[in-house]
């Protein structure tokens, strides 16, 4: 696809989300709602500054920013008017008092307490309705476009991944990994991290979040990697973990039960399961196989423009899948003062399963 092509399906893809917004705004009961997410505000609009807020009223788009962001405004948004401000709640006030409106909505996880009341106070006579969980929503499915981004995202990640492995050896350091990880990432086109590397071996693999430290990697650890690339603000996430040299019996065990329980709930995801029930097919055959107490987090979670959004799959779980959904599957065993392994993909949903997105494989890998 051209660039000229590319331009234009990212353009009609925010029109189509745009409208997406002013259709739901009889329902919520407003004239209008305030975005002040920064990645919402960049899924309606394209902008990827730090600072502004966003206006979906039935016939306005206002996009405000200050003046460190006008000219990037101009060269990244289509389907807006572009208004700078030098005060972002006194600007938002402006916008309400010069559209005569009188029930807005406000993004109301992404705005301060003290900025909300500032605004109140502003525009007394007007009603501000907070939305919470309905606003996270919109960005639940993924279009066409974003499939492609995130596609480019894991290909990029995979490579990175290829390119670091082939300096792992015993005596490298867990920081060295992460650190040469995150160069090869950026030769290979992300823009940073999509979260801050993962890099865990020997004991550290028990704890499911560990930071990279100096610790030298042995002849027969366990290594884990997690990881992930960010392509035009679009987040890959992915686990692999590998034996050092050598692997024992009990560490193949625990990694082929880690396994299975990461393919069934991967096969199982299709439009129409429940969420609670992905994480309870992964749960339930570690369970199973006596390791239930060791696998201490959700199984997955959506990814996009955050590397953590709706919808979240563990046990308690509200959520459907749905065609264009994007979640995670990521099933680990964690046993303390031992090793743990966790194995994770990104997967798409589609109209009768699902796409893997993420690009490494997940069978033992002996390095």
Same mark, same amino acid.
């Given at each position: 696809?051209?660039?000229?092509?590319?331009?234009?399906?990212?353009?009609?893809?925010?029109?189509?989300?745009?409208?997406?917004?002013?259709?739901?705004?009889?329902?919520?009961?407003?004239?209008?709602?305030?975005?002040?997410?920064?990645?919402?505000?960049?899924?309606?609009?394209?902008?990827?500054?730090?600072?502004?807020?966003?206006?979906?009223?039935?016939?306005?788009?206002?996009?405000?920013?200050?003046?460190?962001?006008?000219?990037?405004?101009?060269?990244?948004?289509?389907?807006?008017?572009?208004?700078?401000?030098?005060?972002?709640?006194?600007?938002?006030?402006?916008?309400?008092?010069?559209?005569?409106?009188?029930?807005?909505?406000?993004?109301?996880?992404?705005?301060?307490?003290?900025?909300?009341?500032?605004?109140?106070?502003?525009?007394?006579?007007?009603?501000?309705?907070?939305?919470?969980?309905?606003?996270?929503?919109?960005?639940?499915?993924?279009?066409?476009?974003?499939?492609?981004?995130?596609?480019?995202?894991?290909?990029?990640?995979?490579? /990175?991944?290829?390119?670091? !492995?082939?300096?792992? *050896? $015993? +005596? =490298?350091?867990?920081? &060295? %990994?992460?650190? #040469?990880?995150?160069?090869?990432?950026?030769?290979?086109?992300?823009?940073?991290?999509?979260?801050?590397?993962?890099?865990?071996?020997?004991?550290?693999?028990?704890?499911?979040?560990?930071?990279?430290?100096?610790?030298?990697?042995?002849?027969?650890?366990?290594?884990?990697?997690?990881?992930?690339?960010?392509?035009?603000?679009?987040?890959?996430?992915?686990?692999?973990?590998?034996?050092?040299?050598?692997?024992?019996?009990?560490?193949?065990?625990?990694?082929?039960?880690?396994?299975? /329980?990461?393919?069934?709930? !991967?096969?199982?995801? *299709? $439009? +129409? =399961?429940?969420?609670? &029930? %992905?994480?309870? #097919?992964?749960?339930?055959?570690?369970?199973?196989?006596?390791?239930?107490?060791?696998?201490?987090?959700?199984?997955?979670?959506?990814?996009?423009?955050?590397?953590?959004?709706?919808?979240?799959?563990?046990?308690?779980?509200?959520?459907?899948?749905?065609?264009?959904?994007?979640?995670?599957?990521?099933?680990?065993?964690?046993?303390?003062?031992?090793?743990?392994?966790?194995?994770?993909?990104?997967?798409?949903?589609?109209?009768?399963?699902?796409?893997?997105?993420?690009?490494?494989?997940?069978?033992?890998?002996? !390095?």
């Amino acid at each position: 696809m051209d660039y000229k092509k590319k331009e234009s399906s990212e353009s009609s893809a925010r029109k189509s989300r745009i409208e997406r917004v002013q259709s739901m705004l009889p329902g919520f009961d407003v004239e209008g709602i305030l975005f002040f997410e920064e990645a919402n505000i960049r899924y309606l609009t394209g902008f990827a500054g730090s600072d502004g807020a966003l206006f979906v009223g039935g016939e306005r788009i206002l996009l405000l920013v200050d003046g460190r962001y006008t000219t990037q405004a101009k060269d990244e948004v289509t389907g807006c008017d572009i208004i700078k401000f030098s005060d972002r709640t006194e600007g938002m006030a402006g916008i309400i008092s010069d559209l005569r409106l009188k029930r807005v909505g406000i993004e109301s996880p992404a705005i301060a307490l003290n900025n909300y009341l500032k605004l109140q106070d502003l525009v007394e006579n007007v009603t501000l309705k907070p939305l919470s969980g309905e606003i996270e929503r919109i960005r639940i499915t993924k279009d066409s476009w974003e499939a492609s981004l995130l596609r480019e995202a894991a290909i990029m990640a995979a490579r /990175a991944l290829e390119e670091t !492995l082939e300096q792992i *050896r $015993p +005596g =490298i350091t867990e920081k &060295d %990994i992460g650190s #040469i990880l995150e160069i090869k990432m950026r030769e290979a086109g992300s823009e940073k991290p999509s979260f801050e590397t993962i890099v865990a071996s020997g004991v550290n693999t028990a704890l499911p979040h560990a930071v990279p430290g100096s610790r030298k990697i042995q002849d027969g650890d366990f290594l884990t990697i997690d990881y992930g690339t960010v392509h035009k603000g679009y987040h890959s996430d992915e686990t692999c973990t590998f034996a050092i040299r050598s692997v024992t019996e009990k560490q193949a065990a625990v990694y082929a039960v880690v396994k299975e /329980a990461h393919d069934k709930a !991967l096969n199982a995801v *299709r $439009p +129409g =399961i429940s969420c609670r &029930d %992905i994480d309870g #097919i992964a749960r339930t055959y570690i369970s199973d196989a006596g390791y239930g107490e060791y696998f201490s987090h959700g199984t997955g979670h959506g990814v996009g423009l955050n590397v953590h959004e709706a919808p979240r799959v563990f046990e308690k779980a509200e959520d459907v899948l749905e065609e264009g959904m994007v979640i995670t599957v990521e099933p680990g065993i964690y046993i303390p003062d031992m090793w743990g392994v966790r194995i994770e993909d990104t997967v798409m949903v589609g109209k009768d399963g699902c796409e893997i997105l993420t690009k490494m494989p997940k069978d033992l890998r002996i !390095l």
